[in-house]
């Protein structure tokens, strides 16, 4: 099954680079199929049996995400994006566009609420297959220690007091009505300006999106019994004033200080764990002594983690000035 893992994200991720390349007439089952060098039928048997949906639906659900952005991003004539989609006709694409997001696409470019895109399946996910390193090599770089200020921002999140770490999170979430994996992944990743999102077309879960921690006292106990809560969703700008999803929460976090742990670039398949085991350690292992600065774990206070592995792996905690040596 981890072979089929990793041959079905190559499948993933050639469908995610024609669309967006304009050159979806070659995604087609027999292209992939070839490519993979395994029959149409055996490759479309395994696909819904790892992705949990037939082949021709993700691809028009992908498309539809594509063009979705494009909408709501450019100026294009709503014709030109649905040819460059594979569309026949205007009607053809605004039928199937109403049918994903209960609206128009006119409308949508006219008023861009959140609504849950199809986002990028990533079935060679190390932490929902539960497996180890394939392999083990040296880290490109150690880990950088900094203290940083965070300009005011406004975070959209949902959150679990009782969950504990990024698998446990989503199994508790997926028993909550419209809180699962896919339907609030696929509504951060429509929302515009997020303040993590590299610009760079993808449409992707990934894309702008992070964990929190918030220090809160109805949260589950933690590091030195400090209480939590486990949170994922998206920073906004200060002045954001879109429409909140009515499942999440919105809230203001003001300028204030932390403290960034943080690894470079890093390998996936081969280093995923040990990257966050050096990184644990690194944050273990910091004292404050020669600092102005200690962990602030004052009710509010929020904590973001980073995990991008072709940028970085990174902690941002909050830190507060010491009295004593100021």
Known sequence: MYEWQKQIQIVIDEIDECIKNHNGEVVTLRFLSRK???????TTRKFKEISGMQFRDYLRQRKLAFALKEVRDSERSLLDIAFDYGFSSHEAFTRAFK???????????KKPAPVALRTKINPFDRYFLGIGEIGMVKSSEDIKIYFVTIPAHKFLYIKNYESNGYWDFWQKQSTVPGQDCDTVCGLLDSIKGKLDDMGSGKVNSGSGQIMAYIHDPQGKPFCYGIPRSECYGVRLASDYNGEVPAQMLLTDIPEAEYIVFEHGPFDYEQENCSVEEKVDAAIAGFSFTDTAYCYD??????????????RFWKYVRPVRKQKHKQ
């Open 99 to 109: 049918k994903a997001y209960y609206i128009a696409p006119s409308e949508y470019r």
């Open 297 to 310: 774990t004052s009710p509010g206070r929020i904590a973001y983690f980073f995990h991008d592995p072709e």
């Open 36 to 42: 993979l060098g395994y029959s149409e039928f055996h």
